[in-house]
C-alpha cells in the first residue's frame, strides 16, 4: 500500500490500516509498465490480501447493512456487470443488497440479471440521450433499503471484505468512505478469457495500476449524508466531472479518505466523449468547481 511514484507523497491514516494520496487527480504507477512483472506480483499480493471471491447469490436478508447502486446500459457491457454482480454476492460479514438502474430506451436486460438483484428500468428523457451516470445513482438512490450505499460502476470486481470495510469505516461515525488504494485494470485479452474461460484475475500482468480514484469508480456514503449533499448532479449528462463534482460536495462532511484495498477493473471500450479534451462535462465541472461546494449543496437543495 505504500508504493507510489517519486514525485508524489501518501499521507497514513492515524490507525496504519490506509494512505491518502496527497496530490489532485488519478495517477498511474509509472514501473509496473516498465516492468510488468512488478505489476503482476503487486495485483497478487492484493488479491492474496484482499481476495475477490465470486458467488452467484448473497445470503438473503430482509435488512441489508449495504446497498450497492449500479446504472448500466447496453448488452456489450452485461458479461462485466454479471462479473461484477458475483463479486458483490461473494461480499464476506456484510449483508448486501444490489440495485441495477438500467438507463435506456427498451429494458434489454431485464431478464439477463441474477434474481437476487433488483432491477429498475428508467426510459430516456430524450431517444438519443447519452448514458448519465448522475441520473442512474438518484434513481437507484431511492430503492435502497439501507442506510449505506456504495455507489458502484458495472466493471469494478471488489474484494469480499468491501462492504465490511465500508461498514466498519461507518460504524466509527464516517459519512463517506474512500476504500480503493488500487484499481488494476485488466487488457482486452484477459478480461475476454475471463468471460470465456474462467482465466484467474491474476493470469496476466495488469494494463495498468491507477491511484487515487477518489469519487470515481466506487464510493460508501450513508444515505442521510447523500440526501444532504443534494445527490448527484444531474446537469452532468455523458462522460466524465460528475465524479470529482460529487466528491468535492462529499468533502463538506466527516470523510475517510486512507484507501487499503484493491480493486479490478475488466477491460471495455473507452467511453464516448472520454478523450474529448474540452468536453462539456469538464467545462461544466470547472464551471462549478469554481463554486464553493457548500453553495452547489444548497443550490441542488433548493432545485428538489
Known sequence: ?????????????????????????????DAPRFLPSLGTALMRRALRDHPIHRAAAPAPSAHPQASFVIGHRGLARLPHLLATLESIAGQAQARVECIVVEQDNEPFI???????????????????????RAWAFNEGVRHARSDTLILHDNDMLVPQDYAATVLQRMAQGFDVVNSKRFVFYLTEAHTRAIFEAGSPLTAEAPLAIVQNLEGG????????????????????????????????????????????????????????GKHTPDSPNLRLYHERARIDPRQRVQRLLELQ
Open 217 to 272: 469508480g466506487s464510493i460508501g456514503i450513508r444515505l442521510e449524508a447523500y440526501r444532504a449533499i443534494g445527490g448527484f448532479d444531474e446537469a452532468f449528462v455523458g462522460w466524465g466531472g460528475e465524479d470529482v463534482e460529487f466528491w468535492e460536495r462529499a468533502g463538506t462532511r466527516r470523510l475517510w479518505p486512507y484507501a487499503s484495498l484493491p480493486i479490478v477493473h475488466l477491460w471495455h471500450s473507452a467511453q464516448p
Open 110 to 132: 431485464a431478464g439477463s440479471l441474477p434474481a437476487w438483484v433488483q432491477y429498475v428500468h428508467t426510459p430516456l428523457r430524450d431517444r438519443t440521450m447519452p448514458f448519465s
Open 1 to 29: 500500500m505504500r508504493l507510489c511514484n517519486r514525485n508524489e507523497s501518501l499521507a497514513p491514516a492515524a490507525d496504519g490500516t490506509g494512505f491518502k494520496c496527497d496530490w489532485q487527480w488519478t495517477s498511474e504507477l
